[in-house]
Structure formats: C-alpha cells, structure tokens
C-alpha cells in the first residue's frame, strides 16, 4: 500500500490515462474502417455502383472558421498563461516563499503554446486572402 502515497502516482495516472484513450482511439478508427470496407464489399457484391471519393479542397468558408478557431484557443491560451503568471507573482509575494515562483513559470506554457496559435492564425490569414485574391 505504500505505492498509493508515492508522489509519482498522479503523473503515471495521467500518462496511464492518455494512453488508455490513444489506444482506444486507434482500435475505434480501425473498426471504423473495416466496418466501412466491409460495406464496400457488400455493396460491389451486389452489383451497386461505388463512386470514388474525390478529394476535395476544404471550402473557403471552412477555412475562415478554422483561423476563427485557432484565434480563438490562441486568444485564450495566451490569457490563461498570462493569469497563472500573475497568479504565481501574487501567490509568491503573499506568502513569500520563492519557491511558489514555479507556478508563474507554469504559465509559461500555456503563453508559448497561445503565441504559437496566433502565429499560425497570422499566417492561415495571408494564406486565404493570398488565395482569395487570385
């Protein structure tokens, strides 16, 4: 019993977690497609015409709503990020122990990764008025 007050059982939790739902995903999407195979072959046995799917570019209204997305989450991370920061700042000078300081650092993943999105967001933006403009 002594392992369930080891500091380390949250990580493993989370990792045993992440994994548990990538492994699922991946069966799913296996079954997905050979379920949808097997409605193929049914289909070409019974003599019904199967049209090949073209790909087709995303519509451009699509496009829009996607940058719109990634503005989005990239609007939020960078405030989520800004507030842990300020959070740890106001956390450590109230009870002024330097090592609550890991938490402001802790809010700068969030910033980067928020950053990271609206930089994408920037060039997703040229990008359409680039395509829209030919």
Same mark, same amino acid.
């Given at each position: 019993?002594?392992?369930?007050?080891?500091?380390?059982?949250?990580?493993?939790?989370?990792?045993?977690?992440?994994?548990?739902?990538? $492994?699922?995903?991946?069966?799913?999407? *296996?079954?997905?497609?050979?379920?949808?195979?097997?409605?193929?072959?049914?289909?070409? !046995?019974?003599?019904?015409? $199967?049209?090949?799917?073209?790909?087709?570019?995303?519509?451009? *209204?699509?496009?829009?709503?996607?940058?719109?997305?990634?503005?989005?989450?990239? $609007?939020?991370?960078?405030?989520?990020?800004?507030?842990?920061?300020?959070?740890?700042?106001?956390?450590?000078?109230?009870?002024?122990?330097?090592?609550?300081?890991?938490?402001?650092?802790?809010?700068? $993943?969030?910033? !980067?990764?928020?950053?990271?999105?609206?930089?994408? *967001?920037?060039?997703?933006?040229?990008?359409?008025?680039?395509?829209?403009?030919?």
């Amino acid at each position: 019993m002594e392992w369930a007050h080891s500091p380390l059982i949250v990580p493993v939790a989370a990792f045993a977690m992440v994994l548990g739902i990538v $492994i699922v995903s991946t069966i799913s999407g *296996y079954h997905t497609r050979r379920l949808q195979s097997e409605e193929r072959l049914a289909a070409i !046995a019974k003599g019904v015409p $199967i049209p090949e799917p073209s790909p087709e570019p995303i519509p451009v *209204y699509d496009q829009h709503r996607r940058a719109r997305g990634i503005r989005t989450g990239g $609007i939020v991370c960078v405030a989520v990020g800004v507030g842990l920061s300020l959070f740890g700042l106001a956390l450590t000078w109230i009870v002024q122990e330097h090592d609550v300081l890991v938490v402001a650092a802790t809010g700068l $993943i969030p910033l !980067a990764v928020g950053a990271g999105l609206l930089v994408d *967001y920037a060039f997703q933006k040229r990008d359409l008025e680039q395509q829209q403009a030919r």
